[in-house]
């Protein structure tokens, strides 16, 4: 029944589309063609003018209304050492494309009005003309050389490497589908070394436990947490497809490619409470976190920064998020205490361990009772 309607609606339309060409055809033949082309080309041309102010004034009211999201201002402000230069570029970029934007556009229609048909006009023929080709050339040129020196020189800080003198912590995002794996290197400050052929089901990442830097590694859970104000070097691989490890508030986002590691450097400056503070000045993070409890906490109080996955991964790319937590250097070495190694409680003594039979000793002394333990049952087993 709806299809029949929609049918007939269709036609409907049709038919009334041609009797309008009819009835212009017949004002043609009584006014006169001439007459016709003189008032269509008149309303072309008040339209063309009236386009243009209600596009470019639309343009100005959504670029203010959306001017936090467009340009990192307010409550998207960058939470990283290094956000700031890349907002600044944008910014930049937008100011000049900004204003050849609104000048192409406003060159558009206006001449679109200004040259509109007459009867007494003639259209003249410009085969060339040096002193514009110049100008269109050159100014873009130097416009764009600008915008790209100041792009690769800030692309070469932000990129720039750890040296080996810095005082940096370094973890591991291996992406999967669908999570990714956070590796942390423990106490020894060094992730020990992978290879993707010892991957099994219960050794995800592929970890080498015969070398000791994996012994104290730490696979992190749901959430992960990081010291502000410490720079941290984040070795980024993907196991199956590609990912993207994306830290939006830290403008931190690079590709995670299969067989072919990358790495970003960054250091967080705002820490999650610090950012949740800041945002409780806008109106907008005053609303209820969960709508259907309009009593509860509110946006701003259950903040989080988030690490998601920016590379449409397959069916389970959203189940990426997991929460990053950025605390006090005090806090964070709390936390990092508590964790355990993967190694001393997932595969230590099982037949997966290559060090199975074998004692073990494990820096630092705090490690030693828990690593002892589960060596000396070995050892009584042979
Ligand atoms: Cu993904």
Same mark, same amino acid.
């Given at each position: 029944m709806t299809a029949l309607f929609i049918i007939l609606c269709i036609i409907l339309v049709g038919i009334v589309l041609v009797q309008i060409a009819r009835v212009v055809e017949l004002i043609a033949q009584v006014k006169g063609e001439r007459e016709v082309m003189r008032e269509s080309s008149w309303w072309n041309a008040q339209l063309s003018l009236l386009f243009l102010v209600v596009f470019l004034g639309a343009v100005f009211v959504s670029s203010y209304y959306y001017k936090n999201e467009l340009l990192g201002?307010?409550?998207?402000?960058?939470?990283?050492?290094h956000g700031g230069a890349i907002d600044s570029m944008f910014n930049v970029t937008l100011f000049f494309t900004g204003i050849v934007f609104v000048i192409t556009h406003i060159a558009l229609f206006w001449f679109a009005y200004k040259y509109?048909?007459?009867?007494d006009r003639k259209a003249s023929f410009i085969a060339h003309d040096n002193r514009l080709e110049v100008i269109w050339t050159a100014v873009p040129a130097v416009v764009m050389t600008l915008l790209v020196v100041r792009g690769l020189d800030a692309w070469d800080t932000i990129m720039s490497d750890v040296k080996p003198d810095e005082d940096y912590i370094e973890i591991e995002a291996i992406g999967q589908q669908f999570n990714w794996i956070i590796r942390y290197p423990g106490p020894d400050g060094k992730l020990g070394a992978r290879d993707?052929?010892?991957?099994t089901a219960t050794n995800q990442v592929g970890q080498?436990?015969?070398?000791?830097?994996?012994?104290d590694d730490i696979i992190v859970g749901q959430e992960l947490y990081l010291p502000v104000n410490k720079k941290v070097r984040v070795r980024i691989i993907a196991k199956d497809v590609l990912h993207n490890f994306y830290l939006p508030q830290f403008r931190v986002k690079m590709d995670a490619v299969p067989g072919m590691p990358t790495y970003f450097v960054f250091t967080p400056i705002k820490t999650t409470s610090e950012y949740r503070n800041e945002l409780?000045?806008?109106?907008?993070?005053?609303?209820?976190?969960d709508p259907a409890d309009?009593?509860?906490?509110k946006r701003w109080e259950k903040f989080e920064y988030e690490l998601a996955?920016? =590379?449409?991964?397959? *069916? #389970?790319?959203?189940?990426m998020k997991r929460i990053l937590r950025v605390v006090s250097q005090e806090e964070f070495d709390a936390w990092y205490k508590q964790q355990e190694s993967y190694y001393m409680t997932q595969?230590?003594?099982?037949? =997966?361990?290559?060090? *199975? #039979?074998k004692i073990l000793d494990i820096d630092p002394p705090a490690e030693k009772s828990q690593e002892t333990a589960p060596a000396k049952t070995e050892t009584t087993s042979l």
């Open positions: 201002y307010g409550p998207h402000a960058a939470a990283s050492a509109r048909w007459r009867e993707y052929r010892l991957t080498d436990f015969r070398d000791r830097k994996n012994w409780r000045k806008y109106p907008e993070y005053h609303k209820p976190y309009p009593q509860g906490p996955c920016a =590379e449409l991964c397959g *069916k #389970g790319h959203y189940s595969i230590r003594g099982k037949d =997966e361990d290559p060090n *199975k #039979g």
